[in-house]
């Protein structure tokens, strides 16, 4: 089983859909969690991290479920600047470990 | 805003020619990484750096690549001889030793590595 596994996408949405991106992790000891996002050809970016309770930030909300090693990414009313690839990212004993991304492509 | 420089942005190099990638984290930074991305492809794990020492290692990681940290700011990244399928963007990344969710990873514009 890979340690970080995603949505293989892509997803390719119009403006002002909502859309959803899931991610499994292997290692149940792993302590920590974040949603990056990575434009094309640049570094990959912080967006959110993820918290046990749940957080929100604006139009994006990030959720944790430990019991199922499971963390999603929410969207709400997507723009077009939000294409981008969406990296889930797992802190497993100081070692940040990538998932393979998922492509989100918002049409006019 | 403090950020991870690297240098070369870019450097095409010929096969079997060794390489260094230089990096510079910032500066209260503690744990140091380094990721390759091959064009296309997903962002993956090459090696992680705490404490003067490699914490851990990928099976990408052979013994063709060494990491250093010479001076205490610059942390490099050597490959002996270079092979064409090393051809790939190569970025440092560093991050405080904070627990739970702090210590957010800080990354570099990368490197892009060309080898003919």
Redesign the interface.
Same mark, same amino acid.
């Given at each position: 089983r890979k340690e970080v596994e995603q949505d293989p996408g892509p997803f390719n949405v119009p403006e002002g859909a909502t859309v959803a991106f899931n991610c499994t992790y292997s290692n149940s000891a792993s302590?920590?969690?974040?949603w990056?996002r990575?434009d094309c050809?640049?570094?990959?970016?912080?967006l959110m991290?993820?918290?046990s309770s749940g957080n929100e930030d604006g139009r994006f909300t990030a959720q944790l479920n430990r019991a199922s090693q499971y963390i999603s990414l929410l969207i709400r009313d997507s723009k077009l600047s939000d294409s981008a690839t969406y990296?889930c990212?797992v &802190?497993m &004993? &100081?070692?940040?470990?990538?998932?393979?991304?998922t492509r989100l492509t918002v049409k006019p | 805003e403090p950020e991870v420089t690297q240098t070369p942005s870019h450097q095409v190099t010929q096969m079997g020619q060794e390489v260094i990638l230089r990096c510079v984290p910032i500066s209260n930074h503690l744990y140091f990484y380094w990721y390759r991305q091959i064009l296309g492809q997903k962002v993956e794990f090459l090696v992680s750096f705490y404490n003067n020492e490699i914490s851990e290692k990928s099976e990408i990681f052979d013994d063709q690549f060494s990491v250093e940290r010479p001076d205490g700011s610059n942390f490099t990244l050597k490959i002996r001889s270079t092979k064409l399928e090393d051809s790939a963007m190569y970025f440092c990344a560093s991050r405080t030793p904070g627990g739970g969710n702090t210590g957010e990873l800080f990354f570099g514009e990368g490197s892009r590595l060309t080898v003919l």
């Open positions: 302590q920590s969690f974040f990056y990575q050809r640049k570094e990959p970016k912080l991290s993820v918290y990296l990212v &802190n &004993n &100081n070692d940040m470990r990538f998932g393979a991304g | -």
